[in-house]
């Protein structure tokens, strides 16, 4: 009779820590997969679409001797400045209508483009825009003269980003979110699947305590309108919020229209 020898515990042992190793080793190739990814996702960073002769074109210091590229929409009746942060797929010329329309509506605006955007230098990434955000609210406060408390930080898609790291970190009067994230890696994965998720919107919301006004369209196939319901519950401060049924991502404001205006011309006449 052939006798079938039993693998030793220690035998054992060693499968499965090997097992182990190669399931983990499989799990951070994934991780890294998907900061590639998201990266090529958040930043397109498209050719610059202004040059040097845009109106209002200012370039504004930032730390480390970087300099930003921004546009200052000056109004001398204006209670509030608008810091405006705009999408991954845009810069200052291709954003130039929201900025042109938060002016015409009453609003002083000081919108500002991410490194490797437009004319400003360096390379696309998440830590710039926090920079380019900090760089924006030094302006405002700083050489424009503007009190933090009239200071609305208004963020569109990967710009709401930018405005929740702000409202988180410095005062601010209020804080405008538009058809934002909850953060990058729950727009396709909605569980943690992967550690090292990416701009942690609603996390960062737990930590303002200023009014927070959310608007998002409801038929939005970019970014699902649950993403803005949730970063309204997760606001602790004040809240308003804005849903526009039949709007997507792109034309929350054609949708909404003098509905838009009313609302954040409300928030702005809330703001402590």
């Not at 900025?99 to 490797?116: C, K, S």
């Not at 360096?122 to 003269?145: F, H, M, R, T, W």
């Not at 410095?170 to 909605?190: H, P, W």
Request: glycine content about 12%; hydrophobic content about 45%.
């Amino acid at each position: 009779m052939t006798t079938i020898e039993q693998p030793t515990k220690p035998g054992l042992l060693r499968r499965v820590l090997r097992l182990i190793a190669i399931l983990a080793a499989l799990y951070a190739l994934a991780c890294l997969g998907a900061r590639w990814i998201s990266t090529k996702l958040l930043f397109p960073a498209p050719p610059p679409t202004y040059g040097e002769t845009l109106p209002g074109l200012v370039m504004i210091p930032g730390a480390d001797g970087q300099r930003f590229a921004a546009v200052h929409r000056p109004n001398p009746q204006a209670k509030h400045l608008i810091l405006y942060f705009h999408g991954n797929g845009e810069d200052l010329g291709s954003a130039a209508r929201q900025i042109e329309e938060r002016a015409a509506h009453g609003f002083a605006v000081l919108a500002v483009d991410y490194p490797g955007y437009g004319l400003t230098g360096g390379a696309p990434s998440e830590s710039g825009v926090y920079a380019a955000a900090a760089a924006a609210y030094g302006y405002a406060i700083g050489p424009l003269g503007w009190p933090k408390e009239r200071v609305i930080a208004n963020g569109f898609s990967l710009g709401g980003a930018a405005a929740a790291w702000l409202a988180a970190r410095e005062q601010v009067g209020g804080v405008v979110l538009q058809s934002t994230f909850v953060s990058a890696y729950r727009v396709k994965l909605d569980a943690p699947l992967v550690v090292g998720d990416r701009m942690p919107n609603r996390a960062q919301l737990a930590r303002v305590r200023c009014p927070v006004l959310v608007v998002h369209g409801v038929d939005d196939g970019m970014i699902p309108w649950t993403h803005g319901r949730r970063l309204y519950e997760a606001a602790a401060g004040p809240k308003r919020c804005l849903w526009v049924p039949g709007a997507g991502h792109n034309n929350v404001i054609s949708v909404a229209g003098d509905r838009y205006w009313r609302e954040l011309d409300a928030f702005a006449a809330s703001l402590p």
